[in-house]
């Protein structure tokens, strides 16, 4: 069982943190999102628990962003884009940190190359980029106690890249 104050990652919202566990009629934690625009409160059984997993350590964290270089690309494809997403939200939705920078890198990578034949990239790439990205930073920014921007800095460094890209 989960503790008032640890973070956890919940599989629709990302990132929560438990802020109270309620017993009346049944037990639930009432959780807060971390970041988005309009956090709302919500309500999660303690009996589906196994849903949710607790935010990776620092040192998880540390080495997962290490390893970001040499981390493989996706190879899952597919002639409709609509099953594509869905195939990727889902492997966000259940699939560790880890498999959110690994979506986010394969399809920064993927828009990159639509990018370099001078062809504007198709919108759902951009979108599960977009979800990809706020998910795997959210999670690392609570493990590493630094915001979003200061981790998207660490992964530029691993990168080589400047600070003004």
């Known amino acids: 069982m989960y503790e008032v104050g640890q973070y956890i990652v919940h599989p629709g919202q990302g990132v929560c943190k ?3 566990i309620v017993s009346d009629p049944v037990q639930v934690y009432m959780l ?3 970041g988005g625009r309009h956090p709302m ?3 999660f059984p303690v009996a589906s628990e196994g849903r ?3 935010v990776l350590s620092r040192s998880e964290a540390r080495q997962l962003i290490g390893e970001y ?4 690309l996706e190879d899952f494809s597919c002639n409709s884009s609509a099953l594509e997403e869905e195939h990727y939200k889902n492997e966000m939705r259940r699939g560790t940190c880890r498999d959110s920078v690994r979506i ?3 399809f920064r990578k993927r828009i990159d190359d639509v990018r370099a034949c001078n062809k504007k990239p198709p919108v759902v790439y951009e979108r599960i980029l977009k979800q990809a990205r706020e998910r795997s930073l959210a999670e690392l920014a609570v493990a590493l106690d630094v915001t979003p921007d200061d981790v998207s800095v ?3 460094r691993e990168m080589g890249e400047a ?3």
């Open 52 to 54: 949710l997993r607790p």
């Open 163 to 165: 600070e003004e890209n």
């Open 154 to 156: 660490m992964f530029r």
């Open 104 to 106: 986010a890198k394969t």
């Open 41 to 43: 409160r919500i309500s």
């Open 32 to 34: 807060m999102p971390v």
């Open 18 to 20: 438990v802020e109270e």
């Open 69 to 72: 270089d040499e981390m493989a």
